[in-house]
């Protein structure tokens, strides 16, 4: 499948069937992950996939929507081998963290799974629910696993804005 359809193609996924994501899949999903460009290839992204009930447990404490999650992948990354802009000091971390789970989101879509990007969730209560040592950050949540028949596009998500109104 051409990129630009796979791109136009995919949306939040808000109901999941309830059946697990086969291992080949996940990694797949991981593999993307890994072949994420990062900054001077540092590779500081670290991945807990979340995939057993206690995991989901935690998450349902930490994320206030509640969603069915077949599997979930917790993007972090590793705050001591960011590349660090030398004019401001501005840390890769996030960006890095948001090109690996894109990169992820995307090959879940590929290979036939439906996915949801979360970010509304307390970054401190996820790094103690799942005792990240300090120097982990976590950036992105990723719930994937089969779409329901129930399972469409949010209202508007189609809408693009034109050109005019992206280009500086």
Known sequence: MEFLELSHMRF???EYENRPVEQEKIDKII??????????????????????????QKLNRIVPSKYHIPVA????YNKRECWIR???G????????????????M???ELGLGSIWVMYWNPEKMKAEFELDDEIEPTALLIVGYKSEKAKPRQGHMARKGKEDILL
């Open 12 to 14: 939040s996924v808000l």
């Open 31 to 56: 593999e993307a992950g890994i072949s994420a460009p990062t900054a001077c290839n540092n590779q500081p992204q670290r991945v807990l996939i979340i995939d057993n009930d206690e995991g989901r």
């Open 73 to 76: 992948f917790l993007i972090c």
């Open 86 to 88: 030398p004019m401001d």
């Open 90 to 105: 501005k840390s890769s971390g996030d960006i890095d963290a948001s090109i690996v789970t894109t990169h992820m989101m």
């Open 107 to 109: 090959e879940a879509t």
